[in-house]
């Protein structure tokens, strides 16, 4: 803490003085590298400052033109006779985002448990390892790529899979609203098993680490009473990691919805608020990352404003995630 | 099914042990076969990767240019451009994060400590991890190409973005380590009249030395892959552009991504092999940084 103190006022001092200071055999790198690592660490911070003011910036035409009927489903981003915009609206944006990381979340966060489970406390250490390692290959595949797959290979796929269900559900009461009239293998759906498959890792090692933080006593404990290994999990595992582990599920869903390229290629882009979910939709960065090239004026700031609004949504998600899962790593310190 | 999951409260003998045990048996198969709904798509991918980019790749292809338009018919060109313009940003990038990353963490670890302005630092730097690359690329087009117009588009601006997105990871990594140098070897330093400068530079950065490169490869692997960070920043080009810091160039994420969508099978053909390209890239990258943890942790054990 002293060293924090030290630095901040000494800085103007320790170049006006160098003379002092070198009487003190405190060389003048070293009061430079202090201040050189502080500013490191501050440009983080000036960073996450400068991409809300300057993207902000940017989209303000957006925001003023259009005020709260930015959030109305209304896009049409094609200049009316006096070459204005006037139907940008993006409802439908935040609409697919929504549904496709929740998609997303509803296979990933399952999966990610049962392998952070797995990995903590089943199989022994030496196995461990490479199972983690064929999780993280998942990361390491990049966006593009899960594009690529999903759009040539996995869509046609799934597409004959949706007619089937669609076919299955037609007219029943509440599958038929969300299986029924798929229109090609590009969905909200597709869209979100995608996804699922690239958050898994994520949520899969932070869960691993807040799992692994259970202390063993409590784990001994449940076993000593009888439990069966499922049931220790339920009793002692369980109510001490809840709370990191719903911090993994948000920091899945930050993912998510920020998501772009392998979303961009398969979600179908189309602008609609639809229950179907096999219906092609489209998300936040997935119209940015498509329709940017061919932007300009308004049009090019309603874009950039939704990436504000994606920034915002992120941030927030974000904050909460880390703030839950310090909590649970502060809880296991204190015990 | 109910009287069991009310609990190990009452685990009492009137409740059958086979349906106890069967329970326990069934939540671990499920567990094993969570790990085969992750290996099967995975392998999936791969296995399309390699089979359907394997015929396209060759020298030619690699290295030759100029990237054909989508209409031409497979082994037309190459993505040499491509090939070079990853390479030449993502270098950029990490000769920008890396020192700022490292940097960082040595303030979080060796200075800050348990100040507040260290604790926001090293809170943000995590919450930026899960900023979207697309807001990255967002980013520095408001801040520099929208600037500059077309003569903002360049390698630079895309390796900008990559550093953006590289730093809070960097800055992650690189701190997990320096956390793990023993307090042992700065004393023994301060104790021979070092100064802080020169301990950290010294003995706590060579300590950490391969934590934290297996740490910045891990980043590496990561902004190579990545498409979004570059749409807006760095134009399109279709020839070999050697000056990073001037005129469009280009990529292989974004040749994949111009490639996907496109009914020719050449472009198609084009996008499988720079998809494998890139796949190789990134697992090479990820290899390394693993050897060289795998060598660092059985070192100090």
Redesign the interface.
């Known amino acids: 803490?002293s060293?924090?103190?030290g630095?901040d006022p000494a800085g103007p001092v320790g170049s006006a003085g160098s003379p002092r200071s070198l009487e003190h055999k405190?060389?003048l790198?070293?009061r430079?590298?202090?201040i050189?690592?502080?500013s490191?660490?501050?440009?983080?911070?000036v960073?996450?400052v400068?991409?809300a003011v300057?993207?902000s910036?940017?989209a303000a035409s957006w925001f003023s033109a259009e005020g709260f009927k930015i959030f109305t489903n209304n896009w049409n981003p094609t200049p009316n006779n006096a070459g204005q915009y006037t139907q940008l609206g993006a409802l439908a944006f935040i609409y697919g985002t929504a549904i496709t990381a929740v998609i997303a979340l509803i296979m990933a966060v399952?999966?990610?448990?049962?392998?952070a489970?797995?990995l903590t406390e089943?199989v022994p250490r030496r196995w461990a390892r490479p199972?983690v390692?064929?999780?993280?290959?998942?990361a390491?595949?990049?966006?593009?790529?899960?594009?690529?797959?999903g759009?040539?290979?996995?869509a046609p796929w799934l597409q004959h899979i949706y007619t089937d269900i669609a076919g299955g559900v037609d007219g029943v009461p509440v599958l038929g609203p969300l299986f029924g009239q798929p229109v090609s293998g590009a969905s909200f759906f597709t869209a979100g098993i995608i996804l699922a498959?690239m958050i898994?890792p994520i949520v899969t090692s932070l869960s691993r680490e807040v799992i692994a933080t259970v202390p063993a006593i409590d784990k001994e404990g449940?076993y000593a009473?009888?439990?069966?290994?499922?049931?220790?999990?339920?009793?002692a595992v369980w109510p001490h990691s809840q709370g990191g582990v719903v911090g993994a599920v948000l920091?899945g869903l930050?993912?998510a919805?920020?998501?772009?390229?392998a979303v961009?290629?398969v979600i179908g882009s189309s602008p609609e608020i639809t229950s179907h979910l096999f219906a092609t939709g489209y998300s936040l960065?997935s119209v940015?990352?498509n329709q940017?090239?061919e932007s300009s004026g308004e049009f090019r700031a309603a874009l950039?404003g939704m990436?504000v609004i994606?920034?915002a949504f992120?941030?927030i998600?974000?904050?909460l995630?880390?703030g839950a899962v310090?909590r649970n790593a502060r809880r296991k310190r204190g015990a | 099914m109910t009287a069991a999951t009310a609990g190990p409260q009452q685990v009492d003998l009137r409740e059958p042990a086979g349906w106890r045990r069967n329970k326990n048996r069934i939540m671990t198969g499920l567990m094993v076969l969570s790990i085969i709904l992750v290996v099967i798509p995975l392998g999936f991918v791969l296995v399309t990767v390699i089979a359907k980019g394997a015929s396209s790749i060759s020298w030619s292809f690699l290295t030759g240019g100029p990237i054909p338009s989508i209409v031409a018919p497979a082994g037309v060109g190459g993505i040499g451009p491509a090939v070079l313009g990853t390479i030449e940003i993502t270098a950029l990038a990490t000769a920008i994060a890396v020192p700022l990353g490292i940097l960082a963490a040595v303030y979080l670890n060796e200075y800050g400590g348990k100040s507040w302005l260290a604790a926001i630092i090293g809170f943000m730097s995590d919450v930026m991890t899960g900023v979207p690359s697309i807001i990255m690329g967002l980013f520095i087009f408001s801040i520099w190409v929208v600037h500059r117009g077309l003569a903002g588009l360049s390698g630079f601006a895309g390796a900008l973005a990559l550093a953006c997105l590289m730093l809070p990871i960097v800055i992650r990594s690189s701190y997990e380590v320096l956390r793990l140098v023993p307090n042992a070897l700065r004393e023994g330093s301060y104790a021979l009249g070092a100064s802080k400068a020169r301990v950290t530079v010294t003995v706590v950065l060579p300590a950490a030395v391969s934590g934290i490169v297996s740490g910045s490869l891990l980043a590496v692997a990561r902004a190579a892959g990545e498409t979004a960070p570059l749409l807006f920043c760095i134009g399109a080009a279709t020839a070999a552009n050697p000056n990073v810091f001037s005129g469009a160039d280009t990529a292989l994420p974004l040749q994949i991504f111009a490639n996907a969508n496109q009914p020719y099978p050449g472009a198609q053909d084009r996008g499988w092999g720079a998809a494998l390209t890139l796949i190789a890239i990134c697992f090479i990258l990820m290899i390394v940084a693993r050897l060289i943890t795998a060598r660092f942790t059985r070192y100090s054990r």
């Open positions: 803490m060293a924090v103190t630095v405190r060389p790198g070293d430079g590298f202090a050189l690592a502080l490191a660490g501050l440009l983080v911070l960073i996450l400068l991409i300057t993207t910036q940017q399952p999966v990610s448990l049962g392998i489970l797995l089943v199972i390692y064929v999780v993280d290959l998942l390491v595949v990049p966006s593009v790529v899960w594009g690529l797959w759009i040539l290979v996995f498959f898994t449940a009473l009888g439990a069966t290994r499922w049931e220790m999990i339920r009793g920091l930050g993912r919805m920020g998501e772009t390229i961009a290629l960065p940015i990352a940017f090239g950039l990436g994606l920034f992120t941030i998600i974000n904050v995630a880390r310090e």
